[in-house]
């Protein structure tokens, strides 16, 4: 499975769209509830712009597997995409550099982001 995808690039191969697989943190919210079932349950996320549960994608055929797939639909992953644009003079290997930093910025950032999303959900209210 891959944490990062790096789509096709502007004609003057300066500007690609990357997206980011994000793990969602294996862990109960305040009642007890995995984040990874909220995420499942909730038909509508989007941590940031453009990030997504479940199949939303828009990658071309062949470019995610059924795994990956599959991990989205149970909630075990996010996705987050921008564009990465390149800084003249650096190496292909210092944009890699630059975008697996950007992973683990954007991964500790989503995790945050979930567990604040989800703190209390699932709790049900009864009243007497």
Not at 63 to 77: F, K, R, V, Y
């Amino acid at each position: 499975m891959s944490d990062i995808h790096i789509l096709e690039g502007d004609p003057q191969a300066e500007k690609f769209t990357v997206v980011y697989h994000l793990p969602v943190p294996a862990e109960a919210n305040a009642v007890g509830i995995n984040l990874q079932a909220c995420v499942a349950e909730d038909d509508a996320v989007t941590i940031y712009p453009n990030t997504y549960r479940g199949a939303n994608t828009e990658l071309p055929s062949g470019m995610i597997s059924q795994q990956e797939i599959t991990a989205m639909t149970d909630g075990e992953l996010i996705e987050f995409s921008e564009a990465f644009t390149r800084t003249p003079g650096e190496t292909p290997a210092q944009d890699l550099a630059r975008i697996k930093d950007k992973w683990n910025a954007i991964a500790a950032r989503a995790a945050t982001l979930l567990r604040n999303r989800y703190k209390y959900w699932g709790r049900i209210e009864t009243h007497s």
